[in-house]
């Protein structure tokens, strides 16, 4: 059994029930809001907004991982993330994520108060597995075939569910031999990063498997794989399918839900809880085999 709460230096978050992470993304160009919150006081608006709407953890980054986006450097970085993380750290007791593969912001992104390292690329950049564990923050380490320039160029494997659990397996055990506490480390399979439509559905249906290692982080918010299920040719519709897909990830054992909705996914999640309470208390009783066989499918 994985210890149930996450320490993000001091700031605690207990995986006793499904959490939604709030996405601040203080960039020019992020597939759903680029440009919107760049100046650090909308950004903190947004934060604001965000934990209104009952967001347990809030997640800022300031570059985007867009499939062709552009890489910002680590100063600009730096400018953009450290005032909002210290207005906001000052603020509010929720633990603050930074979303950074850049082993200079980590350290600038702690120190002004972050308490959660969310890397795309798994702390596999220059001295980002040190700068993770000087900090002594908590760390997501997620999965990316290739890079962001071009991960979306033909994206393949032998087995994805397999490769990606190997990949993440050896990323704790990376994590652990740096000095990380494996109590801090959280994985993320990646959706969207080097994965079509079927290797994301796979992964999804096999999500349990990913539970077994860490606590699980997802991030579908608005992303392409919801459009090409719903049809959905604009980022701000994809509300409804983004919350099938995280009710459908929490069933399947995701302790976090990285989020641009906040409001509606805490409720999504909230319904799906509520059910797996009532089933915990009277197992015998509360299912019905339709909800029964979608709670253990696997
Ligand atoms: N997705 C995005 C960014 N960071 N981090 C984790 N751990 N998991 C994810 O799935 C994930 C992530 C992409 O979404 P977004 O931030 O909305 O867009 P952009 O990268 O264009 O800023």
Redesign the pocket.
């Known amino acids: 059994m994985f210890h149930p709460e996450i320490d993000c230096k001091g700031r605690v978050l207990v995986l006793d029930r499904p959490r939604v992470c709030g ?1 601040v ?1 203080m ?1 020019d ?6 440009g919107r919150y760049v100046e650090p006081s909308r950004a903190i608006e947004h934060a604001r907004r965000l934990l209104d709407e009952g967001a347990d953890l809030l ?1 800022l ?1 300031a570059e ?3 499939p062709g ?1 552009a890489p910002v450097d680590a100063d600009v970085q730096i400018a953009r993330l450290v005032p909002v993380i210290e207005a906001l750290a000052g603020s509010t007791d929720v633990p603050i994520s930074v ?1 950074t593969s850049d082993a200079r912001v980590m350290r600038a992104a702690v120190a002004a108060g972050a308490g959660l390292i ?1 890397d ?1 690329n798994a702390l596999r950049g220059d001295g980002a597995l040190e700068a993770a564990a000087d900090t002594g923050a908590a760390v ?1 380490v ?1 999965h990316m075939l290739g890079e962001p320039r071009t991960m979306q160029d033909a994206p393949s494997y032998d087995d994805v569910v397999g490769d990606v659990h190997r990949f993440l397996t050896d990323r704790l055990f990376a994590c652990q031999l740096a000095g990380i506490d494996r109590k801090l480390i959280l994985v ?1 399979p ?4 080097g994965k079509t439509l079927a290797h994301n559905l796979a992964l999804l249906a096999d999500l349990r498997r990913f539970a077994e290692i860490a606590p699980v ?7 392409s794989m919801i459009g090409t299920l719903t049809g959905r040719e604009s980022a701000a519709d994809r509300l409804a399918g983004s919350l099938a897909a995280a009710v459908i990830a929490v069933q399947r054992g995701a302790a976090i839900v ?1 989020v ?1 909705d906040v409001a509606a996914t805490r409720d999504a999640v909230a319904v799906v809880h509520g059910l797996a309470e009532a089933i915990r208390a009277n197992p015998r009783r509360s299912t019905t085999p339709s909800v029964a066989s979608l709670w253990d499918d696997d």
């Open positions: 996405i993304n960039t160009d992020s597939f759903s809001d680029g997640d980054g985007s991982t867009r986006a979303d969310n795309v997501c997620m993320d990646g959706f969207g990063f982080f997802v991030g579908f918010s608005r992303k990285r641009h």
